[in-house]
């Protein structure tokens, strides 16, 4: 399973970026997490085949994930983005077992 992440740069506080991961195969879950320096791996967003979504307080009401129609891309759309959510974010599949993406940098700035 290959997944292939793109959207991330530099954004000044307040702004906005979209993430996608393409996925070679749908999963039963994708989503996304993000390690800041110095930190652990944290969940951001995830979401099921079925549409049910998760996201991690910090970004309720800022980020929104979505799915393509054939259940192989995920999107992150994150918007009034905080010096806080600077990042390596890593796109997830789950369908029996996890796999990860590369990662994908987000730097926000004050």
């Known amino acids: 399973v290959q997944l292939q992440a793109s959207g991330g740069g530099l954004v000044q506080a307040g702004g906005s970026l979209r993430l996608s991961c393409a996925a070679s195969?749908?999963?039963?879950?994708m989503g996304w997490y993000r390690q800041a320096p110095g930190k652990q791996r944290e969940l951001v967003a995830i979401?099921?085949?079925?549409?049910?979504?998760e996201y991690t307080d910090s970004v309720k009401g800022r980020f929104t994930i979505s799915t393509g129609r054939a259940g192989d891309t995920v999107y992150l759309q994150m918007s009034s983005l905080k010096p806080e959510d600077t990042g390596v974010y890593y796109c997830?599949?789950?369908?029996?077992?996890?796999?990860w993406g590369q990662g994908t940098l987000v730097t926000v700035s004050s």
């Open positions: 997830y599949l789950y369908n029996g077992r996890a796999y």
């Open positions: 979401i099921s085949n079925l549409g049910s979504k």
């Open positions: 195969l749908s999963g039963n879950i």
